[in-house]
Structure formats: structure tokens, C-alpha cells
């Protein structure tokens, strides 16, 4: 089956141009030029530019079109710099409400391991607390002047992982009450928690995830397919990799793995790296992720979410899948009887009567779509 976020062949060039050491990385950056029109390039492959401008110079390439490349890298920066900064704010009322934060995705990796504010773009600032604390920062950030994006807040809480907070500005916080969309339940963030390390951003002092959990959260997010292609999942992972002084247990990312049923997400990213860019996995790890079963809701939910063309039923499943981690203390019957409500919800129907009709309208609508393409 193909796996729909993986990089295309040419953004493959671009991410090989950026990573890759010595005159494979300028030849690939040669190809991709032949390929692409450097004026007309989707996001995706953008936000790598910055990187691909590092690594070429350090190459010792000559390309004139790298003068392009240094003033994203400039841009870059300059964003991530005001960023910083604005978020800043909150990260200080946080801590003087004594509320826990575990600071998640950009942040950390420009931080930790990039070291360079202007190699890797960020769009939001990710943190997670905990959930008995959500409803005091939620307020706390009310009270700077942040809003909630596009939907309620009550909305958010009842029904995803994150809320989207945006400032006058159009800056955006990512505030978490799960570190993982497909994990909500209470006790699922509970091993990240206890084995984060401190740290302190301009002296507010902080979590982050340690190396393997950061590894295991960037590949398990750039496991799905988005109309946005994230490839720089790749780059993260490959940073995270070659960091010198960094171990990774991969005992732990396996357990990890298991326990958050994402066996198949780290399989399939872990032998891309291995295979492509040669990532220092060793190859016992991955022959026993290979070996690793499956549920089959596991593989319902990954391969309908990995899929550019997801049917309604494996979105049903997926929010099936969702809501009874969310609810698993609730008998299965009462799970039962709720899921139709909680489908109301997702779905924004008015009456729960047409949940089922909405639904099997919607199934039929692709199912015929997908007959006359």
C-alpha cells in the first residue's frame, strides 16, 4: 500500500540537498533545480530552504541561487526570533500560576537541537499541560489577550487533543491537553511526563521531552497525510539522529511504540530513514519493529489516515477509535450509546436523529465520487 506522506521524488531531492553530506548533496540540489522552478514551489518544500541553504554553504557549493535560499534563512529567523518572544509572555504567566509545561515539536528542536533559530520555520508554539490544569491556562491566556481560533472553546475541549490560540498579532499557541491526537485518555501523556527533562527558555523554566520521546513524537506526527505535505518530519528526524551526545533507547521507543499503538507509523518512518538517508538505526530495531503485530484497529486507523483518499467509514472508525480511548472507562454499551453524540459533535449536525442518515449520506457521496474519477 502506498504510504501518501512520504516526500515526492523531488521534494526527496530537496530534503537529500539539505541533509546529505558532501557532493550527493549538491548534486541532488542540481536535479531538484532541473526539475523545479524555484519561483513557483508549494510550502512543503519552502520550509526546507532554510536548512538547504545551511548544508549547501557548509558543501561548499557556489550556486548563486543560494542568495535566495539565505534570505528565507533570514526570514526564517527573524519570525522565530518575534515568535520566541511573544510566546514568552505566556510561558512567565504559566509559571507564576505554577502550571506545569511540557514544551512540544519547534520550539524544543530549534532550541535543543538545530541550535539555530533560522533552520527550521515554525508556524505555532506547542505546550502541553495537565489536563487538571487546562481550565487555569486557558484563562491565563484569556487574560494576555489571546483568543481561541475559529471555533468554541468548550468545542475544543470535548472533542481534540489542542486548542488553537491566536493574539492580535496572528500569532498562534497550540495549547494541549494530550500530547497525541489519537491518545486522549487521562493517563496517556503520564510516561512523557515522568521521563521530560527541565530546561529553561529565557529564564522561565520549562519540559521537554527527552530524545527517544521526541524522536517517537516527530515521526508519529508526520505519519499522516495532510493536503500541506509536513515533510520536515524527515529533517527533524534526521537532526534528532545525528546529534552528537544525544542517545536513543530504542528499547523505550519500541515499548513507547506498543503502548501508544503506533507500531506501524515507526515502522514505516524508521526504515524510510534507514533507507534513504542511511539514518544510524540499527538494524536489529528495525527487524523487530517489523515484527511487531498490529491490532486491526490499529491498522484501520494508520491506513486510512496515511491514505490521500480516506473513505467516511475509515473516518468513522478513526473517531470511533479515538472515542473509546477518550471514554475506556466506560462500559462498552454506554460507549455504545454515546458515540452517536459524540458524532453529532465532530459532524456539527443539529438533530442526533440525522447522525446516521448524515453519515450514510456522506459514505455514498465518495463511494460515487470516487466511481466516475
Known sequence: MKIHYLPTDSQELLLKAALNLGQDAIESWEEWKRREDIDRIEDASYRLFPLAY????????????????????????????LLFHRTNAVLSAF???????????????????????????????????PK????????????????????????????YHCIPFVNKEGFEIDLHQSMLQLSPQNTADEDFWQESIPATIDKVNIRILQPTDTLFHVCTHGATWEKLNLIRWVADAMTILRSPDVPIDWKRLLQTSRKQ??????????????????????????????????????????????????????????????HSRQFQSMPWYKKMCHFPVYMQKILKIRYLWQVPFVIGWKALRRIYLSLVR
Open 54 to 81: 545551511h548544508n549547501l554553504q557548509k558543501q561548499g557549493s557556489k550556486d548563486p541561487l543560494l542568495e535566495k535560499l539565505k534570505g528565507v534563512y533570514r526570514l526564517t529567523w527573524y519570525r522565530n526570533q
Open 95 to 129: 509559571q507564576s500560576h505554577s502550571i506545569p509545561m511540557l514544551v512540544l515539536k519547534g520550539v524544543p528542536l530549534v532550541l535543543f537541537y538545530y541550535k539555530d533559530h533560522g533552520l527550521r520555520p515554525m508556524n505555532d508554539f506547542d505546550v502541553l499541560v
Open 132 to 159: 487538571s490544569q487546562i481550565s487555569l491556562a486557558c484563562e491565563t491566556l484569556f487574560e494576555l489577550g489571546w483568543k481561541v481560533k475559529d471555533e468554541t472553546l468548550e468545542r475544543y475541549l470535548s472533542l
Open 261 to 322: 499503538e503506533s507500531v506501524l507509523a515507526m515502522r514505516d518512518t524508521l526504515v524510510y530513514l534507514s533507507q534513504t538517508f542511511h539514518a544510524p538505526i540499527p538494524a536489529d530495531v528495525l527487524e523487530e519493529f517489523q515484527r511487531q503485530p498490529a491490532r486491526t484497529m490499529e491498522r484501520i486507523v494508520y491506513y486510512t489516515g496515511t491514505s490521500e483518499k480516506r473513505m467516511h467509514l475509515g473516518f468513522l472508525f478513526k473517531c470511533w477509535y479515538i
